[in-house]
């Protein structure tokens, strides 16, 4: 059981990661909160079923075609419904919304509402510590560390991950430099997105694909952001370990734990918000510059 937990709870992790830390990078870049986050999650999974199972494409380029489309739709999504709005932060969260309902009801009509099934990518079964682990949720974790370590690259070995950092940092000071600030957050906007296209791909065929599957990750994301500290890179990766930890030891340890992992999860973030309301790893709470 504990070789279990660990390999599940790894995978939770990583997912959950890569989510996180994209709401948190567009957050701490632009200062937007996109209620649509996890909707492209979801239609990065639906494009896996329609691509790979539906239509027999190889799934090395329904995972390249995913990311890459539902990227695209991010930063068209960025163009025209946040952009025009951005500096209101009420309408951008109602615009963002609206996407992530929009998106839901085209799938419930396109697919009716059910629940669907996809066939792993890869076959076979690896035994770890006297634990046999699917190969494909091996292949998960994988893509999912790959993901994670090629942001991490990206923020801090690139020009473009120095201008993210700095205009994060203060947005006035990156003007003066002659940054272009709408652009960086464009760029980040579909670096964002992209995290969360891969997280569908890959998660796409250990869940059950529905139109309602972007609504659990969203509180899960939310939690692990405020648990982590708001625009906090590093806070998001150590939230994303806790919370994943601690629904998959509540699924395994507890009666009727699926029901009750989400429960848990966020009564981790609200004992953390009365001792250290900035969360882990954020700042105190200041005047807005």
């Known amino acids: 059981m504990f070789t279990d937990i660990l ?15 994209g709401f948190s990078l567009i957050f701490g870049v632009a ?24 239509w027999a ?43 992530a309902a929009i998106l839901q009801e085209v799938f419930i ?23 046999r682990i699917s190969n494909q949720r091996l292949l998960t974790l994988g893509i999912v560390g790959v993901a994670l370590v090629a942001v991490w690259y990206l923020l801090t070995q690139t020009r473009l991950g120095l201008a993210m950092r700095v205009t994060a940092e203060d947005r006035e000071v990156a003007n003066l430099m002659g940054m272009n600030v709408g652009r960086i957050a464009m760029w980040t906007m579909g670096i964002s997105v992209g995290m969360a296209a891969v997280a569908g791909v890959v998660v796409a ?59 848990v999860a966020l009564s981790i973030m609200v004992i953390v918000l009365f001792l250290r309301p900035e969360g882990l790893f954020g700042v105190g709470f200041e005047e807005e510059r």
Request: charged share 5%; proline share 4%.
């Open 7 to 21: 390999i599940t709870g790894l995978i939770n992790s990583g997912v959950y990661a890569l989510l996180a830390v």
């Open 31 to 54: 200062r937007i909160v996109n209620i649509a986050h996890t909707a492209f999650y979801m239609v990065a999974a639906y494009m896996v079923y329609l691509m790979a199972y539906q």
């Open 57 to 99: 494409m190889p799934y090395w380029l329904t995972i390249i075609v995913a990311v890459l489309v539902v990227t695209a739709l991010g930063l068209l999504t960025y163009k025209f419904v946040i952009e025009p709005v951005r500096e209101h932060e009420t309408a951008v969260l109602i615009g963002t919304i609206a996407v």
């Open 109 to 131: 009509i396109w697919f009716g509402g059910n629940y669907l099934g996809i066939p792993s990518m890869v076959s076979g079964v690896t035994e770890i510590a006297g634990v």
């Open 205 to 263: 065929p250990l869940l059950v694909v529905e139109p309602l599957m972007w609504l659990h990750p969203l509180v899960i994301v939310l939690a692990i952001v405020v648990l982590g500290g708001l625009g906090s890179i590093r806070g998001s990766v150590i939230g994303a370990l806790i919370i994943g930890y601690v629904e998959t030891i509540t699924v395994y340890a507890l009666p009727a734990g699926a029901f009750l992992k989400e429960a």
